[in-house]
């Protein structure tokens, strides 16, 4: 098993590697530069913003130095943000974002799981459709269009929660709602559709068989297969969760990392964009690799394959 | 009679209509006997097990009509609960597909004192002790350390034998095989057949072994029942059925048997197709290929006693208007 996440971690080191080199060439092609404002600066100010940042340096020279410093851990100063450092932004926002990112996930399981298990298991009654058509709607409805709706209807006419800011405890409700209904909804359509696979499984028919009770037999010997889709998606979802909270940060202004991420693009603030960039490709690598060492804890067969 | 099964059917309704798998099948089993079907793939055999404990899948299979009287419950009838004390515990079944019967996910220790912690109450400790017992009397070697292997650890063979040992761990009054040597190794069927037969006879379980094997039934059983699409053809003891076969299916089944032919002989086989169970039939359903069939064929048919012991649904056969070929039973 040690083996197995150390030649991973190893193979991500390459990955990493070619997504800085790919990202700091490609911030670079995009016109403009993080000093190019609307408001006019003069030549000399602005050659000595360059200067101080070593902007006026061959491209590859600037290159050779920012990967000096990654490999130190050091992340470079954002252009925009003076005075503060990409690391500094990061580790401050990012919490925000992995504390709505963990509700989200939270909600999405207790809201998804439950939901496709009902229906696989009622299935073509009431029990199945309704849900799973909800689930539908929610798959198809946008963050900036659920998001809105929340805060119109929960926040502004129903006045149980503030329809945006993130100071007070109930204030995660409405964002880590619009945020997780995709994701409990997907995940709800995923446990119906595992159990449902599971139940008609051989072994399944042998624990009735066995003459053991439905909920033995539903939650010790289908449910470990039935989740197995979900467990697959849970990687993807946490990266998705954890990133893909920008329209939500934005809607209900949620001081977290995904605004200072998209920002940054807008701003051309080089640094914060890849240091951004390389900070969600190493979480969504380590998720990735988590959900793995799970998945094969589960499976007795892949446990031992993995020595 | 330990189990008395009465005019059984089981349906499937599905959108292309209603297939009648089982359509009427009555036939009961004394306690320790060895009851063999026997029939063609498809024509009922493993759903009328499984309708028997309650496993057919509803919908789109449906009980139409039957009892099963065992110990005073009607099996087909009785409440959930009353179905799962008798299923696993005193009536137990082992499927055909040992590679897919096991959960894989769960060690086979667990899987295997099961039984023994929801009917008989046992502790942890002491329903292992019984389980690890089991497997050594199926003949898993080194059972006490194997029994905590997880089924992908398991040979085929040595799988169907932990399936065997799990159906007989709490001693059934009946164990119900459904072709549980169909999907091993020749060397191995014999030597499962022969462990579940000492079994049998140590325990005293009676058995329905269903099977297309029929030198598998003559070796083991005391009755059998022959089916054909859905219904019983023909019932009797081995001896009998095998030596005086009574329904011309039957006589076509052992004349398909390829040992009983010369080498270089070509290979008998029941010209046409089973009958689509889709379709009501109101006759006899083996007639559009029945080479004795006649009109009369056409007209409902029931099995009736040829013999006390004896007992087949060809109207021919019983009119005695035709003599069918006696193959000689067990001449293997």
């Known amino acids: 098993m040690l083996r197995f996440v150390v030649s991973r971690l190893a193979q991500a080191v390459p990955v990493m590697f070619l997504i800085a080199t790919a990202t700091f060439f490609m911030v670079r092609l995009a016109p403009g530069d993080p000093f190019a404002d609307e408001k006019r600066i003069p030549e000399e100010i602005l050659a000595n913003l360059r200067a101080t940042y070593g902007l006026d340096q061959p491209l590859a020279v600037q290159y050779g130095r920012y990967m000096r410093n990654l490999l130190r851990g050091d992340l470079g100063p954002s252009y925009k943000y003076t005075g503060r450092s990409v690391n500094e932004i990061i580790s401050q926002s990012f919490p925000v974002s992995l504390e709505l990112g963990l509700e989200a996930l939270v909600l999405a399981l207790l809201l998804g799981l439950p939901a496709g298990l009902v229906a696989a298991l009622r299935r073509n009654s009431a029990w199945d459709y309704l849900p799973m058509a909800t689930a539908m709607a929610g798959i198809c409805l946008p963050a900036f269009v659920l998001g809105p709706l929340l805060a119109l209807v929960f926040g502004i006419w129903l006045g149980w929660f503030h329809p945006m800011g993130w100071n007070v405890a109930s204030d995660r409700v409405l964002p880590a709602l619009t945020l997780g209904l995709y994701y409990a909804a997907y995940i709800a359509r995923l446990t119906r559709a595992g159990m449902i696979e599971i139940l008609s499984q051989d072994f399944v028919r042998t624990a009735r068989a066995k003459g053991l009770p439905e909920h033995v037999v539903v939650l010790k010997h289908a449910l470990t297969g039935g989740i197995q889709p979900v467990l697959s998606f849970l990687g993807p979802a946490i990266a998705g969760l954890l990133t893909g909270s920008f329209i939500v940060e934005t809607v209900f202004f949620v001081p977290g990392l995904g605004r200072f991420f998209v920002n940054a693009a807008f701003n051309r603030d080089y640094t914060l964009v890849m240091g951004t960039v390389l900070f969600y490709a190493a979480l969504i690598i380590v998720l990735n690799l988590a959900v793995d060492v799970v998945q094969a804890w589960l499976n007795p067969r892949a446990r031992e394959a993995m020595g | ?332």
């Not at chain 2, 169909?182 to 269903?210: C, K, P, S, W």
């Not at chain 2, 022959?226 to 019932?235: D, F, K, Q």
């Open chain 2, 1 to 332: 009679m330990l189990l008395d099964v009465d005019n059984l059917r089981t349906y499937f309704h599905s959108r292309h209509g209603t297939v009648r798998a089982v359509d009427g099948v009555s036939f009961s089993l004394g306690a320790g006997e060895t009851l063999g079907v026997v029939g063609e793939s498809g024509c009922g055999k493993s759903v009328m097990c499984m309708s028997l404990l309650g496993l057919i899948p509803q919908p789109p299979g449906r009980i139409e009509s039957g009892r099963a009287r065992f110990g005073g419950v009607d099996l087909l009838a009785c409440s959930a609960s009353e179905l799962r004390a008798v299923r696993g515990c005193r009536i137990s079944m082992v499927f055909q597909d040992p590679m897919t019967s096991l959960n894989p996910y769960l060690r086979v220790s667990t899987q295997v004192v099961e039984p023994l912690l929801y009917h008989k109450g046992l502790s942890q400790p002491a329903a292992l002790e019984q389980a690890i017992a089991a497997l050594d009397a199926v003949g898993i070697p080194d059972a006490a350390r194997r029994i905590h292997a997880y089924p992908y650890e398991f040979s085929g063979g040595m799988r169907q034998r932990v399936m065997i040992a799990m159906a007989l761990v709490t001693r059934p009054e009946i164990l119900i095989a459904d072709e549980p040597t169909t999907a091993l190794d020749v060397t191995v069927q014999a030597q499962i057949l022969e462990r579940v037969r000492t079994m049998q006879r140590e325990l005293g379980t009676a058995m329905i072994l269903v099977t297309h094997d029929l030198g598998v039934v003559a070796g083991v059983c005391d009755r059998i029942l022959v089916m054909y699409a859905g219904r019983i053809v023909e019932s009797g003891t081995v001896r009998a059925v095998f030596g005086t076969p009574a329904h011309p299916y039957t006589a076509a089944l052992q004349k398909s048997i390829p040992a009983l032919h010369r080498k270089g002989d070509p290979l008998y086989t029941i010209g046409g197709q089973p009958p689509d169970l889709r379709r009501e039939i109101a006759g006899c359903a083996f007639a559009e290929r029945c080479e004795f069939a006649v009109e009369c064929c056409q007209r409902p048919v029931e099995l009736r006693p040829l013999t006390a012991e004896h007992w087949t649904a060809c109207t021919r056969r019983l009119a005695g208007d035709i003599t069918l070929p006696g193959a000689g039973t067990t001449s293997r």
